[in-house]
């Protein structure tokens, strides 16, 4: 039930920046002289799809392809009507998995989440972490009257989900096959801080991402955090 209030709550906010969004742009249209070029890409509506390459994992665990995706609705702030340099500002919910070999597991006896590599995760039907944020993003923007565009900002916001999700055989070896997920929330950080860049040209782009803090707590799991590359798309 609190994930739906946050997904109606991001749902209403992109509505809302959206339909302004729309309005300011036919407002512009109006007053602006006919041999004036509207501009419809102002990065306003931004879907960014990436693949994240996770630091500090231990040795024993081996990687995959591990998809996400951020979305985020952002307002755009011209220094100058006519300038090169805007700021924007809005909200955005960021989607990060992992697969690999490994599961993490919550050790009562030592109270630490931990990576465990076992045999039947190989074969198993599921095994992916995933890790969620809702975030606010602020970065600067430079945006050439040719198409060409640069951006770097800072993404500050509250981590809403880390699970773990199997499905497969039984990871003890015996018993009826299982089929799971387990949240962790007592050892992970609540808050996430990254910084990312795009570049690109009118409505695509290349993206970059680097997020500085730890998911779990100091002593409390492990030390890992994501680097993100992909592809970035504006649509208006």
Same mark, same amino acid.
């Given at each position: 039930?609190?994930?739906?209030?946050? #997904?109606?709550?991001?749902?209403?906010?992109?509505?809302?920046?959206?339909?302004?969004? %729309?309005?300011?742009?036919?407002?512009?249209?109006? =007053?602006? $002289? !006919?041999?004036?070029?509207?501009?419809?890409?102002?990065?306003?509506? #931004?879907?960014?799809?990436?693949?994240?390459?996770?630091?500090?994992?231990?040795?024993?665990?081996?990687?995959?392809?591990? $998809?996400?995706?951020?979305?985020?609705?952002?307002?755009?702030?011209?220094?100058?009507?006519?300038? $090169?340099?805007?700021?924007?500002?809005?909200?955005?919910?960021?989607?990060?998995?992992?697969? *690999?070999? !490994? =599961?993490?597991?919550?050790?009562?006896?030592?109270?630490?989440?931990?990576?465990?590599? +076992?045999?039947?995760?190989?074969?198993?039907?599921?095994?992916? &972490?995933?890790?969620?944020?809702? /975030? #606010?993003?602020?970065?600067?923007?430079?945006?050439?009257? /040719?198409?060409?565009?640069? *951006?770097?900002?800072?993404?500050?916001?509250?981590?809403?989900?880390?699970?773990?999700?199997?499905?497969?055989? /039984?990871?003890?070896?015996?018993? $009826?096959?299982?089929?799971?997920?387990?949240?962790? /929330?007592?050892?992970? %950080?609540?808050?996430?801080?990254?910084?990312?860049?795009? &570049?690109?040209?009118?409505?695509?782009?290349?993206?970059? *991402?680097?997020?500085? +803090?730890?998911?779990?707590?100091?002593?409390?799991?492990?030390?890992?955090?994501?680097? *993100?590359?992909?592809?970035?798309?504006?649509?208006?």
């Amino acid at each position: 039930m609190k994930y739906l209030k946050i #997904i109606f709550l991001f749902t209403f906010l992109c509505s809302f920046f959206v339909a302004f969004a %729309q309005e300011e742009n036919r407002t512009e249209t109006k =007053q602006l $002289p !006919a041999k004036v070029e509207v501009e419809i890409f102002r990065d306003r509506l #931004i879907v960014d799809v990436f693949h994240s390459f996770w630091f500090h994992v231990p040795t024993h665990v081996s990687h995959k392809f591990n $998809p996400g995706f951020n979305v985020a609705v952002l307002w755009d702030f011209k220094t100058k009507k006519e300038s $090169p340099i805007s700021f924007g500002l809005g909200v955005g919910c960021t989607y990060h998995t992992q697969f *690999s070999n !490994a =599961q993490l597991r919550y050790d009562g006896k030592d109270e630490i989440t931990k990576y465990y590599i +076992n045999p039947s995760v190989d074969t198993a039907k599921l095994n992916r &972490m995933t890790y969620i944020n809702c /975030n #606010i993003p602020l970065e600067f923007r430079y945006r050439h009257k /040719n198409g060409f565009k640069f *951006s770097v900002g800072v993404r500050v916001g509250l981590v809403a989900e880390i699970s773990q999700r199997y499905k497969g055989y /039984n990871v003890d070896g015996v018993g $009826p096959d299982e089929n799971y997920k387990t949240f962790f /929330n007592t050892e992970r %950080q609540k808050i996430n801080f990254d910084a990312y860049m795009r &570049m690109g040209w009118k409505f695509v782009a290349v993206y970059y *991402s680097y997020q500085v +803090n730890r998911l779990f707590n100091e002593n409390k799991g492990p030390a890992v955090n994501p680097m *993100s590359v992909g592809i970035s798309l504006s649509l208006f």
